[in-house]
């Protein structure tokens, strides 16, 4: 029962992490910035920027309570506001057809775009970011350390997991675009859209539980 319970963790949080992160959006923005690069080269900005994006939402994930606590705000809220922020990224996705963390233009005259904007803001933008805390604020509400830990492992492992699908899009970027096209994306991100909004009610959802159990 309660591997079952903490492999609950690792499913959602892979399922939000990679409808948030949405590893073929990446394409246009990955080849756009390494036109031109040998294929060593674009191999390691693919490595660099799945790393990058992992440590950011690691990080995220664990100091994501300690910086609610510094500013003074509730778990409740920050579910609630996280929710809003996903479900209108979702919109935005679902009938406007932006990407969830679109990336800025930047000037091709430079060689290293892995951290930014690759990392972040396109694959660990600030809606990721918003999913990774809400999920460090339900296992921060976990009475048993046993719980804590085992549950903030399979959230990582979940990270791990998306940010090794973003790679795998971006090493065989080449092969994909052919394979897909222009069409195939923009149905894969009209869907994605969809599912965020879903995902963004539930948090909305579970932080006004929180809000109405607290008061």
């Known amino acids: 029962m309660l591997e079952a319970l903490h492999f609950q963790y690792f499913l959602g949080a892979l399922v939000s992490l990679l409808v948030i992160t949405n590893p073929p959006s990446k394409l246009p923005l990955f080849i756009s910035l390494t036109q031109g690069m040998s294929r060593e080269r674009q191999l390691q900005q693919a ?12 990080v995220s994930l664990i100091g994501g309570n300690m910086l609610l606590a510094f500013f003074g705000i509730s778990y409740g809220a920050m579910r609630i506001s996280g929710g809003f922020v996903v479900a209108v990224i979702g919109y935005q996705m679902l009938f406007g057809g932006n990407s969830p963390n679109k ?24 809606g990721t970011i918003a999913v990774v805390i809400g999920f460090s604020t339900e296992i921060a ?5 046993t719980d804590i830990a085992l ?18 899009i ?15 994306t923009l ?3 009209k869907l994605m859209g969809f599912l965020l909004i879903c995902i963004g009610v539930q948090f ?3 932080g ?7 008061s």
């Open 170 to 184: 971006m090493r065989w970027s080449d092969i994909i675009t052919r394979h897909l096209g222009p069409s195939g």
């Open 47 to 58: 490595n660099w920027a799945g790393i990058y994006a992992a440590v950011i939402m690691i």
């Open 204 to 206: 909305i959802g579970s």
């Open 187 to 189: 149905v894969l991100g």
């Open 208 to 214: 006004i539980r929180t809000f109405i159990a607290g």
């Open 151 to 168: 549950a903030s492992a399979w959230t990582v492992l979940a990270i791990i997991v998306t940010s090794m699908a973003s790679w795998a």
């Open 103 to 126: 990336a800025p233009i930047v000037r091709r005259d430079k060689d290293d775009y892995a951290f930014f904007p690759i990392a972040m803001p396109g694959i660990a933008g600030p």
């Open 141 to 145: 509400e976990l009475t048993n350390y």
